[in-house]
């Protein structure tokens, strides 16, 4: 019952099941607790079997989901394995009742918590003062945060304190829109830098010349090891590398990844999935992919790269600076530009994103610096929509809030339509930039260029 009113509840004519930010979704493959969950609907027939065009339709354009809804009828769910699929059965039941009942008491089930943060190791938001915090422990909360940087005192001083949604931590006090907290875009203050990562932070082609080569050549070791070792992340990654494989092969074709054969674990046994795993992953890299599937696999063997110490990531010598100068404050033309919060946004893992900041060559580890990683769960960064997803997740005041930084013209459209401030990155060895586009954006070459922008020394281009 649960799942036919799943199928009503956001309308009619709804064409998917949308909901984020419960516990229970981590119980489904691909998905995490701050994950928006989205399930396709399609509409239902007087005979089961009519339903298989448009079954398969929602299958390819939706190669992530593990269920699909029929409107008025039921759902198919399916999993690498009977287990999988059971558990996800109950997990999406669940789902779908908390919905319903979410639905009648009038509370939202589709969209993020204002205090959410797009990433599972991040810094959440919290709108109250250290007073709220530590009823009871205010003197040791302020000794405990003391010399991390006041709103009044600019970072100077022996006592500090930290800023979160615009209270200090330390004195208690507010601050107005528009003050230290950064310089003003539109009427309202910009507190979040958001950046894309190639082209922007690190160069094209540390990640086409070395990331992409390192992931393909290494990952028949790579698999071979770890099936060896029964490695449970590695059959986690298998699992999802052939639900993605049965789904490409009712539309673009791919290559099969089986099993290995109960009571076949035997070498030989092993190298036959080996070896279809290293055709798929080269099918998939061949033709530029960016499924779920394959990122994942490629955010582990980078990871493993990374540890052995084969891999150190490219960042510009610009970078490093900037992160701790926008994290931290005290910088800025006048050294008293209050902190801002850090994301990245690429199309890249969460994962991959994090490896490449933590082990640079020339920055050490940076992740210090970052609060969210938002990747493509939350949406293709061409389109409006994920920006306004991305929004929601940092919880802002406003989406003028945001400054995004990216090198690719048509992800600057989509931010500034969803109402982000831009810039746009110009770095050796980027790709030209469209001049009919590009000319409604301001263009930097050097993180320390921004500052102007956050500081409100230089105004946004006018629209």
């Given at each position: 019952?649960?799942c036919?009113?799943?199928?009503l509840?956001?309308?009619?004519?709804?064409?998917?099941?949308?909901?984020?930010?419960?516990?229970m979704?981590?119980?489904i493959?691909?998905?995490?607790?701050?994950?928006t969950?989205?399930?396709?609907?399609?509409?239902?027939?007087?005979?089961e079997?009519?339903?298989?065009?448009?079954?398969?339709e929602?299958i390819r354009?939706?190669p992530?989901?593990?269920?699909?809804?029929?409107?008025?009828?039921?759902?198919y769910i399916w999993?690498?394995?009977?287990?999988?699929?059971?558990?996800?059965?109950e997990?999406y039941?669940?789902?779908?009742?908390?919905?319903?009942?979410?639905?009648?008491?009038?509370?939202?089930?589709?969209?993020?918590?204002?205090?959410?943060?797009?990433?599972?190791?991040?810094?959440?938001s919290?709108?109250?003062?250290?007073?709220?915090l530590?009823?009871?422990?205010?003197?040791?909360a302020?000794?405990?945060?003391?010399?991390?940087g006041?709103?009044?005192?600019g970072?100077?001083g022996?006592e500090g304190?930290?800023?979160v949604?615009?209270?200090c931590?330390?004195?208690t006090?507010q601050?107005?829109?528009g003050?230290?907290?950064?310089?003003?875009a539109?009427?309202?203050?910009?507190?979040?830098?958001?950046?894309?990562?190639?082209g922007?932070t690190?160069?094209i082609?540390?990640?086409?010349?070395t990331?992409?080569?390192?992931?393909?050549?290494?990952v028949?070791a790579?698999?071979?090891?770890?099936?060896?070792?029964?490695?449970p992340?590695?059959?986690?990654?298998?699992?999802?590398?052939?639900v993605?494989?049965?789904?490409?092969?009712?539309?673009?074709?791919g290559?099969?990844?089986p099993?290995i054969?109960?009571?076949?674990?035997t070498?030989?046994?092993?190298e036959?999935v080996?070896?279809?795993?290293?055709r798929n992953?080269?099918?998939?890299m061949g033709?530029?992919?960016?499924?779920?599937?394959l990122k994942?696999?490629?955010g582990?063997?980078?990871r493993?790269?990374?540890?052995?110490?084969?891999?150190l990531?490219?960042?510009?010598?610009?970078?490093p600076?900037?992160l701790?100068?926008?994290?931290?404050?005290?910088?800025?033309r006048?050294?008293?530009m209050?902190g801002?919060k850090?994301?990245?946004?690429?199309?890249?893992?969460?994962?991959?994103?994090?490896?490449l900041?933590?082990?640079?060559?020339i920055?050490?580890?940076?992740?210090?610096y970052?609060n969210c990683y938002?990747?493509?769960?939350?949406?293709?960064?061409?389109?409006?929509r994920?920006?306004?997803?991305?929004?929601?997740?940092?919880?802002?005041?406003?989406?003028e809030?945001?400054?995004?930084?990216?090198?690719?013209?048509?992800e600057?459209?989509?931010a500034?339509?969803a109402?982000?401030?831009?810039?746009?990155?110009?770095?050796?060895?980027?790709?030209?930039i469209d001049?009919?586009?590009g000319?409604?954006?301001a263009?930097?070459?050097?993180f320390?260029?921004?500052?102007?922008?956050l500081?409100?020394?230089?105004?946004?281009?006018?629209?």
């Amino acid at each position: 019952m649960d799942c036919v009113l799943a199928t009503l509840l956001q309308g009619e004519h709804a064409t998917e099941f949308r909901m984020t930010h419960q516990e229970m979704i981590k119980g489904i493959a691909g998905h995490g607790y701050r994950s928006t969950l989205v399930i396709p609907i399609i509409e239902n027939t007087p005979h089961e079997a009519d339903l298989a065009d448009s079954l398969g339709e929602a299958i390819r354009k939706y190669p992530e989901a593990t269920a699909v809804l029929v409107r008025r009828h039921g759902i198919y769910i399916w999993g690498s394995t009977w287990m999988q699929a059971k558990t996800q059965a109950e997990c999406y039941h669940y789902l779908f009742r908390l919905a319903v009942e979410m639905h009648r008491l009038g509370l939202d089930y589709t969209t993020p918590p204002a205090l959410s943060c797009g990433n599972d190791d991040g810094v959440q938001s919290l709108p109250f003062s250290s007073r709220e915090l530590f009823p009871s422990r205010e003197r040791e909360a302020k000794e405990a945060i003391a010399g991390m940087g006041c709103c009044s005192g600019g970072g100077g001083g022996g006592e500090g304190g930290i800023m979160v949604n615009d209270h200090c931590l330390h004195c208690t006090s507010q601050v107005k829109e528009g003050g230290r907290a950064g310089g003003r875009a539109g009427g309202r203050a910009i507190k979040h830098v958001l950046m894309d990562i190639e082209g922007t932070t690190t160069s094209i082609s540390f990640v086409h010349d070395t990331l992409f080569p390192y992931a393909k050549s290494a990952v028949g070791a790579h698999v071979r090891e770890k099936l060896l070792q029964k490695d449970p992340e590695m059959l986690l990654d298998l699992a999802a590398l052939r639900v993605q494989a049965m789904v490409d092969s009712q539309g673009e074709g791919g290559t099969e990844v089986p099993m290995i054969p109960e009571g076949d674990e035997t070498a030989e046994g092993t190298e036959k999935v080996v070896e279809a795993v290293v055709r798929n992953v080269e099918w998939q890299m061949g033709k530029d992919r960016k499924t779920t599937a394959l990122k994942q696999l490629q955010g582990h063997i980078w990871r493993a790269g990374y540890e052995k110490g084969e891999i150190l990531s490219h960042v510009y010598e610009d970078v490093p600076e900037a992160l701790r100068r926008w994290s931290r404050g005290k910088g800025g033309r006048d050294g008293g530009m209050a902190g801002f919060k850090l994301a990245m946004y690429s199309s890249g893992s969460r994962e991959a994103q994090r490896l490449l900041l933590g082990y640079t060559a020339i920055g050490g580890d940076l992740r210090e610096y970052l609060n969210c990683y938002f990747d493509t769960t939350v949406g293709g960064k061409r389109e409006e929509r994920s920006y306004r997803e991305i929004g929601l997740s940092l919880g802002v005041g406003g989406m003028e809030e945001v400054l995004f930084l990216t090198d690719v013209v048509e992800e600057a459209v989509a931010a500034r339509k969803a109402g982000m401030r831009v810039l746009l990155s110009v770095r050796p060895g980027n790709a030209p930039i469209d001049e009919e586009l590009g000319k409604r954006f301001a263009r930097v070459s050097s993180f320390s260029e921004v500052d102007d922008y956050l500081e409100g020394i230089k105004e946004f281009p006018s629209l």
